[in-house]
């Protein structure tokens, strides 16, 4: 009897925590930003495989101001983590940034105050990128000549949405290269979006395919509180991606697991 009863209460409890046909995503937690500068999901879904996944989003108001830190180490071991650079820079949010070599330099363009660390690398990945215009607001730009123009800039890729639809190149990068094949397989994520009312969203991802996350921010963009996903870039990933949010009563912190050379900070 108690076998029985245990059973069907296994039973009712699958019912009530898995997915509905009619449910495409859960929001599992939200929270406001200190200084109202935006709020914090935890979603949850099911990709295209039926696997589980999560998605950490923080879409900000847009009164927020941005800013780029390059870590000036030269040897990877010695450089900071996140929340190292909580006692000595003001920040609300930060996410890692662009690409990096194995000798910890940075992979494609980076202009950094002005100056330019690296220069513009030709690449069927890396053809976006994100740049600080002259408010402080972070862009999405596909046009790369006009981020050698800017005063803070990194070149970055593949470009997953554009004008409001999951970017067709992915599919012919995908398949085009052998090599790039574990690029798109699934792995953590971290990704920039640009909202049809133009409101920043920063994510991280538990791991992913590159076509699911395109795919869900395509599809479901009222998750993060939005009409549509305008234009979405990826970052880093893997072992690079980490997301901050300095939470005045507990903070959260998705951990790097290897330092990286440059971070987004907000505030």
């Known amino acids: 009897m108690a076998y029985r009863i245990l059973s069907a209460f296994i039973i009712l409890l699958f019912f009530s925590t898995a997915f509905s046909a009619e449910e495409n995503f859960r929001i599992v937690d939200q929270k406001e930003l200190p200084n109202q500068l935006g709020t914090f999901r935890t979603i949850e879904f099911n990709t295209s495989d039926h696997e589980a996944a999560t998605l950490y989003a923080v879409t900000f108001n847009r009164d927020y101001h941005a800013n780029f830190h390059l870590q000036e180490n030269v040897i990877q071991f010695f450089a900071n983590y996140l929340d190292a650079f909580t006692h000595?820079?003001?920040?609300?949010?930060g996410?890692?940034?662009?690409?990096?070599?194995?000798d910890f330099t940075p992979a494609g363009l980076l202009i950094y105050h002005g100056?330019?660390?690296?220069?513009?690398?030709?690449?069927?990945?890396?053809?976006?990128?994100?740049?600080?215009?002259?408010?402080?607001?972070?862009?999405?730009?596909?046009?790369?000549?006009?981020?050698?123009?800017?005063?803070?800039?990194?070149?970055t890729g593949p470009?997953?949405?554009?004008?409001?639809?999951?970017?067709?190149?992915?599919l012919r990068i995908q398949q085009k290269s052998k090599s790039l094949a574990a690029f798109f397989n699934p792995?953590?994520?971290?990704?920039?979006?640009?909202?049809?009312?133009?409101?920043?969203?920063?994510?991280?991802?538990?791991?992913?395919a590159l076509f699911d996350v395109a795919r869900f921010l395509q599809d479901h963009p009222d998750?993060?509180?939005?009409?549509?996903?305008?234009?979405?870039?990826?970052?880093?990933?893997?072992?690079?991606?980490?997301?901050?949010?300095?939470?005045?009563?507990?903070?959260?912190?998705?951990?790097?697991?290897k330092h990286v050379k440059t971070f987004i900070f907000i505030n």
């Open 159 to 170: 470009l997953l949405i554009e004008n409001g639809k999951v970017n067709t190149d992915l």
């Open 115 to 155: 100056k330019t660390v690296k220069p513009l690398v030709r690449s069927s990945i890396f053809k976006a990128c994100v740049l600080i215009d002259s408010t402080q607001k972070i862009r999405l730009e596909t046009d790369l000549d006009q981020c050698k123009k800017a005063t803070n800039a990194m070149q």
């Open 223 to 257: 998750a993060v509180g939005a009409t549509h996903i305008q234009m979405a870039v990826n970052l880093d990933g893997g072992s690079s991606t980490g997301m901050y949010i300095r939470f005045p009563d507990q903070p959260f912190y998705f951990h790097e697991l």
């Open 88 to 93: 000595n820079h003001d920040f609300i949010v």
């Open 187 to 208: 792995h953590k994520r971290t990704l920039l979006a640009l909202t049809g009312q133009n409101r920043l969203v920063m994510i991280t991802t538990s791991p992913l």
């Open 95 to 102: 996410i890692n940034g662009g690409f990096y070599y194995p």
